[in-house]
Every structure is written in C-alpha cells, then in structure tokens.
C-alpha cells in the first residue's frame, strides 16, 4: 500500500523550491504493523543554514506581491489538498496510526485553514484611527516578519503544519520547516502541493531531522526571527529561554491535562459519548485529549457503568482497517510511558477497572498497542490527575459540588481544554468563566476545536499566544504605527495638543 501511494522510498528536503538528499536517514515505521514506510533525512544544521539564505531571498519578493495574490496560491493548495484528501488520509494513517475517519477529519481541517487563511489575503486588518493633530492621519498595519521556523509534532502532522505555515505565508514570510521525523510523509505531500500549486521558490523549505540538530540550529539562526513550535513542555521550555536571549519571538503550544465535567443534572448517555470520544480517539493522543473526568459523586456510579459498557464496545487495531475505532501508540517510547503511569496510578491508590495493560497477541505484537484504560477514586492530586500522558488513561476524580469540580480542574499546570456536561443554565455560564482554560466546551467533550477560533492555552500550556484563528496572524506579523501629517508644518504630539 504504501509503496502505491508513495513515489519515493526515500524523501528529500524541500530547500529553494528542490528536493534535496541527505547522507543520512532513519527508518519511519508505520506505527500499526512496524513495517518500514520510508526513509527521512536526518540534515544537519548545514541544510538550515541553506534554507534561510533561500527563504531570505524569497521572502523580500514574496512581500511584495499583493496579499490577495498570496492567498491565490493558499486557495489552490485547499482545492489540491480537497482532490487528494483520500490519498493523503490514508498516508497520514499508516505514518501516524490514528484511524481512517480521524485521519479525513485532519486532512479537513487543513483544507479548512487554506481556505480561511486565504480569506485572510483580503482582510489582513489594521485600523485607522483618528491622530490627535489636525491635519494628521494614523493608522496601525500589519508586515512580515521575514524568515519564521515551525517545528511541528507527530501527533496532528498537517493541521497543525497548515495552522502555523498558512498564516506565515499569507502575511507574507518565508518559512523553515522542521517536521517531525515519525511522521515525515505529510510534510512531503504538502511542499509538494505548495510546489504544484505554483509557491515561488524559496518560500517554503521543508528540513528534515532531529531537533538536536535541525531545531537547534532553527532556534540559534539570527535570520529565522519567529519560533512557532508544538511539542512537549521540556523542549518548549527549552526554546523559550534560547529565543528569550535572543529577543525572537516564540509561540509554544505545550499540551493539556483537560478534564471533563460532569453534574448531577447532567445527560450521562451524552457524556459518556464525549468522554470516550475525546479520552479513546486518536488512542488519547491529542493535545486536547481529556485525560481527567471530574464527575459529581451522586452520579459516578451510574456514569462510571456507562463508561465500562462503551470501553468493552471499543474495536482496537491498523486504522487502514475502518472497523477499527482506536489505533495504535505512536511508538515504543510512548508506550511505555503509558506503562509507566499505570504503574504510578495503581502506586498511588486510584482503582484500575479497564484495561492498564499492551496489546500483544497475535497481529497486535507486529505494533503498538494499548488496552484504552480507566482508573477510578483518583484524587486531584495524584501524578495520574496532574501529568500529561499522552495516552488511552482516564482518571475518574469524584467531587461533592460544582464549585469543587471547577477547582479541581482549575488545579493542574496546564491549561489547554476543558468541558462540562450540565443542564443548568446559569451553570454554563459560571462555568465558562471561571474554567481557567484557552479552550471551553459545553456538552461536548475536549477535543474538536475548529480552526477559526484561537487554540491554545493558559499557564504551562504555551506562553500566551495562539495556533489557528485569526490570532495566529499575530505570531507571524509585527505590527507598524504609520503617522502621515499632511499639515505642512511641524507638529509635536503631546505638546502642541493645546
Ligand atoms: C492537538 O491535539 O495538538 O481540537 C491538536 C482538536 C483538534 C486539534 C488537536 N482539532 O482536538
């Protein structure tokens, strides 16, 4: 399959509009069955070097075509990425593992953010506002930046890619790309629809390899002015403090510990559908994952009984196959970080009733899978409540009151998602505000943020700013305050005011 779909063996970078070989290259097995898909470069800070002087080039014209223009291009790339959205939902699935419907809801929120972000060519808003002169005219507009670097994570291979590159190339950067190398193959397929959908040369550069190779040298270039980047809390951190010294502008998205919430008053067939569906989709491994069910103890017993029943209808195994409804663990590495945790839970003294263990009979020996798992009597505390797993885990933590709840989910590092499952009106709303969380759901689960709105989150989530929506502008833009006085004469602001 993968070779029907794939043209080559061995992928390249994309540097200066070419595709170009590394010495070096690792194996990227498809998650599902650990047959070996293809092979990527692994570059070394060489290659980045190349790619800025290219995107230096590039981005001065590239500013200079109008922003409608830009976003042509942005348009054509969503109706090539709507032609192959089969082709590469299927590719996505055997490089990451997620199942094949999740796979199209991926590919669909790329294809969502071109077409958005193409709007976004005709918008680009500043304001005009009054000058406090006579005679003057002020106004506020957005510019480039110039040459930015994404580094994007295995988990959501393209849209997170769309969310960061879309918005820097509509507002007219260049962009260095590092993919990360579980999951190559999206970043191929997308430079080379960009190529296809005629991108000048040099505006996007796709750089293969490892983050202490090709992300060190990103974050260290003095010509890459922007750092957007999605992964996990030590590497962020890392980034953060490196780009401080340097005063270059870093976005991080860093994950979650999201909680759902469920009320006495609440529908508990509903919530139990969106509990499973955010904690048991992409096997629990999604930033938005909710890995904490904070539920109200009058009806624990009764949601708790829900969840057990529709944990046993759960289908396991190779997403390719649509029967399947959770797939497999990225690697070996995660998987037995997830061990670990059940290790630490049951230490810890919650109650494990579903799953807690790998997958190893027959085909499921060939990859990597876990058992989706469900531990209940958590308290808020524990390292199972507190820590991102990035796995099938849930939590069940009982609490006596609405208050309690919000605290509770308030009472965790991170700050990514949250839900709660209520039929009381003046609930949702109390709820709304004081769930201290970038993302809000009611009556929904965690997971399923759309790509007009802003994602990300508070405290140890990120550093304030936002992936997607119109926010995103604001990573890859910086802002000019442009004073036109027509008064023919000098005028002093805040002196001659009088
Ligand atoms: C992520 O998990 O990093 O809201 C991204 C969602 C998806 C995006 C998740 N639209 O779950």
């Not at 067939?269 to 955010?278: F, K, N, R, T, V």
């Not at 797993?389 to 965790?412: T, Y």
Request: aromatic share 6%; proline share 4%.
């Amino acid at each position: 399959m993968a070779e029907t779909l794939l043209e080559a063996k061995k992928l390249n970078n994309f540097i200066d509009g070419n595709w170009v070989a590394t010495n070096e290259t690792s194996d990227v097995i498809n998650p599902a069955n650990g047959e070996t898909i293809v092979h990527v470069p692994l570059s070394d800070g060489g290659a980045v070097d190349t790619a800025v002087e290219a995107a230096k080039k590039a981005q001065k014209e590239w500013a200079k075509v109008p922003a409608p223009q830009r976003a042509e291009v942005l348009l054509e790339v969503g109706n090539m990425m709507k032609e192959r959205k089969e082709r590469l939902a299927q590719l996505l699935t055997m490089e990451n593992g997620k199942v094949l419907e999740e796979a199209r809801g991926e590919v669909q929120e790329g294809i969502d953010m071109a077409f958005y972000m193409a709007g976004e060519g005709r918008r680009l808003f500043g304001h005009t506002t009054p000058a406090e002169l006579p005679n003057k005219f002020s106004m506020s507009q957005r510019c480039p930046v110039g040459v930015v670097g994404i580094i994007t994570p295995w988990n959501f291979p393209i849209a997170i890619a769309t969310w960061k590159s879309f918005p820097a190339i509509v507002a007219g950067n260049a962009v260095i790309w590092k993919p990360a190398t579980e999951t190559p193959i999206m970043a191929h397929e997308l430079a080379k629809i960009f190529e296809e959908a005629g991108l000048p040369k040099g505006v996007l550069n796709v750089v293969y390899g490892k983050g202490s190779a090709v992300g060190d040298k990103m974050v260290h270039h003095d010509d890459i002015r922007v750092i957007s980047f999605t992964g996990s809390n030590d590497t962020g951190r890392n980034i953060a403090s490196e780009c401080g010294k340097q005063l270059k502008k870093v976005s991080l998205e860093m994950g979650g510990k999201n909680a759902v919430i469920v009320m006495d008053d609440a529908d508990l067939d509903l919530a139990a559908e969106g509990i499973i569906w955010s904690a048991y989709g992409t096997s629990g491994q999604r930033c938005t994952a909710a890995s904490r069910v904070i539920v109200h103890e009058d009806v624990k017993e009764r949601l708790e009984e829900r969840l057990l029943a529709e944990i046993e209808k759960l289908t396991i195994g190779d997403g390719l196959n649509e029967t399947n409804k959770v797939g497999p663990i990225i690697n070996k590495a995660g998987l037995e970080k997830i061990q670990k945790y059940i290790q630490i839970g049951k230490e810890e003294g919650a109650k494990l009733v579903a799953g807690g263990y790998v997958l190893e009979d027959g085909d499921f020996a060939k990859g990597h899978y876990f058992a989706p798992t469900l531990f209940t009597d958590a308290t808020p505390d524990m390292r199972i409540a507190q820590e991102e797993i990035f796995g099938p885990v849930l939590s069940l933590i009982p609490v006596k009151s609405f208050e309690e709840a919000i605290e509770v989910n308030n009472g965790v590092s991170y700050g990514l998602s949250s839900s709660i499952f209520t039929t009381d009106a003046n609930r949702v709303f109390q709820a709304q505000r004081d769930l201290d969380t970038g993302i809000v759901y009611v009556n929904a689960g965690t997971t399923g943020a759309e790509i007009h709105l802003p994602f990300g989150g508070t405290k140890g989530t990120g550093n304030g700013h936002r992936d997607s929506g119109v926010q995103a502008l604001d990573v890859f833009t910086e802002w000019k305050a442009v004073y036109i006085d027509y008064s023919g004469k000098l005028q002093r602001a805040q002196i001659d005011t009088e």
